[in-house]
């Protein structure tokens, strides 16, 4: 019995190490400041904060990967939710959505914070500065019922 939990961990340490070989692509695609969200709404300074806090990592293209994104599978969890974040919402495009589609986007983003959706849990779990406080929540929905009501 022995043996054959001897073999099975080796076995399992060598898939381990095969699956190092498969890393994920980390290149973010070009930041063009004329489609940022910034180029087409004010965003102050406390908002920008909490963004980049807990939002920028999978909503633009300016990612920042983790030592664990070179740890597979993490790394393609990681990507999956990055992919997934940047098809959802990507703020280094929004000024490419046409104005019904920017406005349902914030509208969308003060939902998530609010039921707790977004930040992830995956994600705060190691990124706990990303947590949002009942402050931080109310401040990111204030500003997006005041970018929604100005367009």
Known sequence: MKRILKYLALGFAAIFL???????????????????????????????????????????????YPWYSYIQPNGWFLKSHIDDGRRHLNFSVFATYDANKRAKKLEEICEEVTENKMPLPS??????????????????CDWTVAAVAER
């Open 18 to 64: 095969v699956l190092q070989v498969f890393q994920i692509d980390k290149t973010n695609a070009a930041v063009n400041s004329n489609e940022t969200i910034e180029a087409v709404m004010n965003v102050p300074p406390d908002v920008k904060i909490i963004l980049g806090k807990a939002c920028n990592d999978c909503h633009t293209n300016s990612t920042i």
């Open 123 to 140: 994600y705060t779990w190691i990124h706990r500065d990303a947590i949002l406080t009942e402050t931080e929540k109310k401040a990111l």
